[in-house]
């Protein structure tokens, strides 16, 4: 929005044929924007339009139809609450994904302070690596740590889930802060250390403050990937009593016990946490995002 | 409060040398100042004092012991950086109180200290602030408060003027040399600028390319600069040079004679030198004397700059009385020959 407005302002005091060029660009620029919105959307709201549909209305009318005769009704939700077991399996993806979140944000800020602010040998040649193997696919490690971690007998708790969730998003998370991190001054750090400040006071006091911003884009952005991760849950906590909201989703979907509008709106419930979370805080995911690839 | 000696100190980056054994001797609650040309070591100096930069060889003695390898909280120093490094998310008074902090002193201890540093420098009002909602002079004040609630043996300052205007910079001067009155402390200072040198220093320290070329007092380096160097970076308008032949008792340039009365030693007979004279020290005379080809002519009320050439090598004058030459005449001239610098070619040392 104010990307927009700024460029209206800075087109202003300009000529009036590139005024002309100008306009032209911004009614192709609207116009792709909402093509690409309708593309998006459609589905989308056909989606939200089926879970306010009863069973029968659905397999006689397309979803359309609900807008010329409105007959909502709540079924498919509280069936999909009671099938889900909504109450437990979102308290299991909160305990799944908050922990993880608060992992991968300390682990990350942890690994970028020591990369960017420290010296020691080998350090290039690790970050180095950390990009480099992020290019392979997270599924080849499942194995391997499934039998790790059934040897150790923590298979059905959450631990394997937290470190593994963290383990895949804090070579990114390192490599996302590492770039604002190095850009903070060098000065603000030997300040602090002149007045006395130890390398994890520097941290807690100087550096974290002032990075607000990309740690809280990166703390949305694995909220999201966790909150919908299906597979890694899946493997090690089962479909029992610990899943989360997206393990019950797609169990349901197996099953096919409620129906597709029931499934629907099941889906539904499990976006709502991410949707709400991101469309308030899209401010400082934006900003955090764009901050650390301007500086870094 | 204490004296810091720089013992025949190097620094090494990978294989370059960048200081080459320096020694300094800074007395108990003296204003030093480090002065060269950019990229002479002087920040680098500095550092090793400060213990940011390791020492790669030599000793750095604050007070009575060696601090080579101490930390720098441990030092009990306080740098004023050039970019001020205020901690954006503090406000003034977090700032300046967060040495006490990290000392782990008690949160009344640390109000009484800052607002007793806060009035020194007038910050009073500005406690509750963020760095970003003060200006530049504020900022500086700031940086300075935060150093002084430390109450440290040594005030170490990187350049710490360069990022203001003209006129706040001399202000801000006037400052930093009160603030030296009252507290007393050791104060090293380093800047680029000789006029800040000159005008702040009990003692002034001249590099280039890592080496000291001489210390002494700001008017002892004016008077009797040691070497050619030390010659043109003091004074402004800088120093005359004209080279010339040294042979009995006087310098001559072609078949003009420049006096001298402040002889060199004899075994310079013969010799190639260079004589230096400063633009104040040439007055105007009649007919009998040394003809300046006037080129400029720059009044600025109280006196009068000329820029000319005297065979052939260029001259700059400074006059306090008036006169109607124009450029492109001739102003007779003498130079003062008590005043005179003579320089060997070859060395570049004085030898008079
Ligand atoms: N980290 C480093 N690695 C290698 N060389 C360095 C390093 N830091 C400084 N130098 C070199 O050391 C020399 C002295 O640098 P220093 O910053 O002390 O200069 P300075 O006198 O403070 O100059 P300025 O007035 O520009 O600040 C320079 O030639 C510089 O290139
Ligand atoms: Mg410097």
Redesign the pocket.
């Known amino acids: 929005m104010s990307a927009i407005e700024s460029r209206t302002a800075m087109s202003a005091p300009m000529q009036s044929t590139s005024r002309l060029g100008n306009r032209l660009k911004q009614v192709a620029l609207h116009t792709a924007v909402f093509l690409l919105c309708l593309v998006w959307f459609t589905p989308v709201l056909s989606l939200f339009v089926t879970t306010f549909r009863s069973e029968s209305d659905s397999s006689r009318t397309g979803w359309w139809y609900a807008f010329i005769e409105w007959r909502p009704v709540l079924s498919n939700y509280v069936e999909a609450i009671y099938l889900t077991g909504v109450g437990r399996s979102v308290v299991n993806s909160i305990v799944l994904t908050v922990p993880t979140v608060l992992g991968t944000v300390l682990f990350s800020a942890i690994g970028a302070f020591a990369l960017a602010r420290m010296r020691f040998r080998g350090r290039i040649a690790l970050f180095l690596a950390m990009v480099g193997f992020q290019v392979l696919p997270p599924q080849l490690v499942l194995v391997p740590m499934l039998k790790f971690f059934l040897a150790l007998g923590l298979t059905g708790t959450f631990i394997p889930v937290w470190i593994i969730e963290m383990g895949l998003t804090v070579p990114f998370g390192i490599f996302l802060l590492y770039g604002f991190f190095a850009s903070i001054p060098s000065d603000l750090v030997e300040a602090a250390r002149i007045d006395g400040a130890s390398e994890p006071r520097i941290f807690f006091q100087i550096i974290l403050p002032l990075s607000g911003a990309v740690l809280a884009s990166l703390a949305i952005l694995q909220f999201m990937i966790a909150w919908n991760h299906l597979l890694i849950p899946l493997i090690f906590l089962g479909s029992g009593s610990l899943s989360p909201l997206t393990v019950q989703v797609a169990s349901l979907a197996q099953t096919n016990a409620g129906g597709l509008n029931t499934l629907t709106a099941a889906t539904f419930i499990s976006v709502i946490v991410p949707l709400v979370l991101i469309v308030t805080l899209q401010k400082y995911f934006v900003r955090g995002v764009l901050g650390g690839a301007v500086k870094g | 409060m204490a004296n810091v000696n720089l013992r025949d100190v190097r620094?090494i980056?990978?294989q370059?040398q960048?200081i080459h054994g320096v020694n300094v001797d800074i007395d108990d609650g003296e204003f030093v100042v480090l002065v060269?040309?950019?990229?002479?070591?002087?920040?680098?100096?500095l550092?090793m004092i400060a213990g940011l930069e390791e020492i790669s060889d030599g000793q750095v003695h604050i007070g009575s012991t060696i601090v080579n390898d101490m930390s720098p909280k441990d030092r009990d120093i306080a740098m004023v950086f050039q970019s001020y490094a205020l901690y954006p998310h503090m406000t003034v008074a977090q700032n300046m109180g967060f040495s006490l902090q990290m000392r782990g002193n008690a949160k009344a201890e640390i109000r009484t200290q800052v607002e007793k540093a806060a009035k020194i420098l007038n910050l009073e009002p500005l406690l509750e602030r963020y760095p970003r909602q003060l200006s530049g002079g504020q900022r500086q004040r700031v940086a300075m408060g935060r150093a002084i609630v430390r109450n440290p043996q040594v005030f170490l300052f990187?350049?710490p003027l360069s990022n203001l205007d003209a006129k706040l910079r001399v202000v801000m001067r006037g400052e930093i040399k009160a603030l030296h009155q009252r507290l007393g402390s050791t104060m090293v200072y380093?800047t680029?600028d000789q006029i800040e040198a000159m005008t702040m220093a009990d003692k002034i320290v001249v590099?280039r390319d890592?080496f000291v070329e001489q210390v002494g007092s700001p008017l002892a380096l004016y008077d009797r600069p040691a070497n050619l160097f030390v010659a043109g970076f003091i004074g402004s308008p800088g120093m005359n040079f004209l080279s010339g032949r040294y042979a009995s008792g006087a310098v001559w340039i072609g078949d003009v004679s420049l006096p001298v009365s402040d002889l060199p030693v004899s075994a310079s007979e013969g010799r190639q030198v260079v004589y230096g004279i400063r633009p104040e020290n040439l007055a105007i005379t009649d007919d009998d004397g040394l003809p300046l080809v006037v080129e400029v002519i720059e009044p600025t009320g109280a006196e009068t700059h000329v820029v000319g050439h005297i065979s052939g090598q260029r001259v700059i004058g400074v006059f306090r009385e008036r006169f109607t030459t124009r450029p492109g005449g001739v102003l007779r001239v003498k130079f003062d020959p008590r005043k005179v610098h003579l320089f060997d070619q070859q060395s570049e040392q004085r030898i008079n």
């Open positions: 620094k980056y990978n370059t960048v060269g040309p950019s990229g002479c070591g002087k920040s680098t100096l550092r990187d350049e380093v680029h590099m890592g």
